[in-house]
């Protein structure tokens, strides 16, 4: 029967915290006596079944975690579609009440915070570039018009494109560009043409997904809005407000808010908007 | 006024708390990269539950190797558990491969003494007091030292982790022999 002292080094011995000459004779010890090896086999079942209980405990707390609010890797593109049509609606509805009600409260604020935001958005943006290993992707997307009316924001929709994916190999993809909003690792460049339907466009926007440089930034030149960065796969909106003549433009992606500046024709980054005021008239303008 | 960019966790901040076997950061990593793990599966031939089933394993396998300090990050956390995932789903799609070839040959050896074990294993770790499973579970899964289970469960120094180590160890190795010789009477 294996003393306590054998229970031990066994333990060791399994965990790995047996080194050199200890370990050596161990092994010696263990070759040699039956018994201990069947102590040993014991062992490892109890630990590997330890091992095991714990992995199924952790499995069974990330099954409770909710999801509401994360949307599926399976979505449609219907369903996208479908979603994008719904928040137009809301989006525009917002506006024609907040620019009846309250335009001169929206845009000073504004004017206030921008200055004050950090460069996140852009140093994430370079890095990420960086790091991330990516192997060619065969997504191919197709580019569409996208207007901002004027007195009123436009809810854009990017068309969310045809995907043609290789099989049977593991279709490679960057990880981290659809977590952070960065990254761009898709060589192709959406200009559209400016105008849809009847509605006289006030903004133009182009999204340029292929500039290395500019990850996640934006440049108005010649009337036009141009945003840097994977724009493709989400939806996005241009919310204009006008107060005593000035318009005030704001990009929401991705759950957040930026403000764009039309001062200068310089490639600026988007820096997200944290001012929980303004915040919180920005949602209640797109009706959330 | 200053305002602060700031909407996300920081991503050292995370790795931090995840070894320091902060369950709520894994959670927070959980929910965060959801979408994009499971459409690595999802969009290769694989189900929603199956693609769940992956990211699920692969985050384990960060969590095990970050709380065991066994893990030196080199990249971004999502890049890494992203090619846990990889990995993961080339073996499972290995298997399914290998399984439905052996169903063409028809000759499946089959272990019915090692998951009986396991169940027997299984069963008596279930008889085991929450503190006693969690000291277990902390040394051999999380691999965490004496003094970081002492600070996870409230133990007054490492000394006290130890001993409770010792004796809850003791008392499964009973409970297992117990069982084992019980199984063997029957076999």
Redesign the interface.
Known sequence: MATERD?ELL?DYL?NRLKGEEKTSFEQRLQADPELQGEMQ?QQ???????????A???A???N?P?SG?????ASVAAKFAMGGLIAGAVITGVYFLSKEEPKEVAPATE??IP???D??QDATSS?EE???KEPETIATESKPIVARPKAKQPVKDSQATTE?T??Q????D??????GTGSHVNQTESKPATTGKAEPSVTVSVDKSHRDFGFHYQFKDEKLFLYGPFERNLYEIMEFFSDEKRTIFLYYKD?YYLLKEDGSEIKPL?????PILLRKLNESRGK | MVYKVKSDMDEKDVFERICKGDEKALEYLYKKYYRMMTKLVITNSGTEEEARDVYQDALIVFWQKATSGNLILTSKISTYIYSICQNLWRKELDRKKRLSNEEKDSAVVIDVDTPEKEKIVAKCIEQLGDTCKKVLMYYYFEEMSMQDIAEKLGFANTDTAKTKKYKCKKKLDELVKAQYSEQDFLD
């Open positions: 229970l333990d965990g014991l079942h109890m630990i590997s079944g330890i091992r095991n209980a714990r992995a405990e952790l499995k707390m990330l099954n975690i999801l994360i949307s599926q890797g399976g206030k915070q004050a935001t950090s996140s958005n990420i790091e991330t290993k994916v099989q049977p593991i279709e490679v993809f990880p981290t560009e659809e977590a952070e957040s820096k997200e908007i944290a001012d």
